[in-house]
């Protein structure tokens, strides 16, 4: 029997094969070339980058899992825009984040989850919503931290859409409260 967690890694598995682009020679691979791969660069680096591959594939199926799935009652949409790579993702050190507003009020993804690593504090996560209510009143900003528990993403992020698409969406399924 297939799991729904199977489904979703397989499904994963042949989005990443289709959206693989063409990486340039690096010196590596210049090196095991002229070289005649006497010392086996080209495989390393082929190793490394499936592993890479593998790994972002594993994040992804754990934010669809842990996450996009388990809000599906409050934010339907979440997952099908999660899917359809209209949230942008943005891995975070805790600087620039109103650059990347200024950039997503610009692009045409539907919402912008900002992850930060695992020791950031819930205060710190809420004083970045606060400044990117400020200075952006047309978006608004959520923070999301797993020791909260139920409903919040398995890493400290910070979530942000348009004030109004929010809005409008919610009235859709009915449910109107900030």
């Not at 598995?13 to 690096?26: G, I, R």
């Not at 070289?35 to 754990?62: L, M, P, S």
């Not at 398995?154 to 919610?170: A, M, N, S, Y």
Request: glycine content about 4%; hydrophobic content about 30%.
């Amino acid at each position: 029997m297939v799991t729904n967690g199977a489904k979703v890694e397989k499904f994963i598995k042949q989005k990443h094969k289709q959206n693989a682009k063409v990486e340039p020679l690096t010196h590596l691979d210049i090196r095991a070339v002229t070289k005649g791969d006497k010392n086996g660069y080209a495989q390393k680096e082929q190793r490394f980058f499936k592993k890479e591959e593998e790994q972002r594939i594993q994040e992804e199926v754990t934010w669809i899992k842990d996450y996009f799935i388990s809000i599906r009652k409050l934010c339907p949409w979440s997952l099908k825009f999660w899917m359809e790579e209209k949230i942008l993702h943005i891995k975070s050190t805790g600087k620039c984040e109103l650059t990347w507003c200024a950039c997503f009020t610009a692009s045409k993804h539907e919402a912008m989850l900002i992850e930060y690593p695992q020791d950031t504090s819930v205060d710190k996560l809420y004083g970045i919503t606060e400044k990117i209510e400020k200075r952006y009143p047309e978006l608004i900003a959520f923070w999301s931290h797993p020791s909260e528990k139920e409903n919040n993403t398995p890493k400290p992020c910070v979530i942000v859409q348009d004030r109004r698409t929010l809005t409008d969406l919610r009235k859709q399924i009915g449910f109107e409260h900030e």
